[in-house]
């Protein structure tokens, strides 16, 4: 493998390129870290090893909430916002469900056209793949990457479905939950415990005629949110209400962000959060690598679609059939 390594070593020019902020060069390097190429994917863990020293430095956002809630519009207000304070804004996200010709959340329904023109803003979509898991690891290396490149916000969207939440909930500093204006019981996100994971909500369309509904249901999750207990001792999730349309109430949303911000890290909060997803990331990445290995291995691909039918004829105890498998990978 020796003069195939040396060929994937990354060029100086390259990585200066993408630390100067070139966003051809990180597009570039994206593509690498995402290839399903096992020789590009390499290239690409190593471009990401050489930056790894200027990683670390950006305000890592979230968004999520329901379909069609306004996340892509109200990144894009943000973003914009965000320009207009001298900020570099990269915009990623996570769509497991995204079939592999591409199409993603940040696709065709909103491709942030106006912020897609600014120069100091990076906009890439979902990657594909078939596993969460996946395209979750491939996004926060791309995150590494923006970072590297000067991109000091990452806004990280992605679809509400409760594991794909956890997966960006785990890789960034602030989880942000759009809702949609819908007054009454209809409290979804509190039944799914999606609420428990944000760090803020926003009760989104808060214009024009859904103007009313949207006060209406941000009182009504100000006041579901007083019984839910609080992941921090120094932050209570506010809620608050937006028009990602009009960019009303978007200026708060960024102040609530730098709010938590300052608080998390005069209370070690910040630090503490930064670690623990460092070490959760490096455990998924063993797990997705045994579970590799483990159905890969010669011997057990062939045993697996037996022993599930002998599970669930009752022919065998899930345990037994757990140990059979296990046994032979382990080679006992
Ligand atoms: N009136 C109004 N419409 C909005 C607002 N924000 C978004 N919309 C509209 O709501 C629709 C969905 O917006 P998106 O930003 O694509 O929503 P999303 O949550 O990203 O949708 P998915 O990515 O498909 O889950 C679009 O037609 C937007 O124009 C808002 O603040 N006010
Ligand atoms: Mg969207």
Redesign the pocket.
Known sequence: MGSDAEASVPSAEFLEAIRKGDRRSLARAITLIESARDDQAEQGQRILEALVPETGKAIRVGVT??????????IEALGMHLIERGHRVAVLAVDPTSPVSGGS?LGD??RMEVLSREAGAFIRPSPSGSSLGGVAQRTRESMLLCEAAGYDVVLV?T??IGQSQIAVSGMVDFFLL?LLPAGGDDLQGIKKGVVEIADALVV?????P?LEVAERTRTDYANAMQVIRSLSPTWSPPVLK?????SEGIPEVWETVLDHRARFEESGEFEARRRRQARDWMWSLVEDGLMGAFRAHPGIAEEIASLESRVEDRATTPRAAATALLDRFLKK
């Open positions: 909430g329901a379909p069609g809630a306004g996340k892509s519009t109200l959340i329904k909103t969207e679809v509400g759009v989104n369309k808060a214009d024009g859904t937006a028009s990602a349309k009009t």
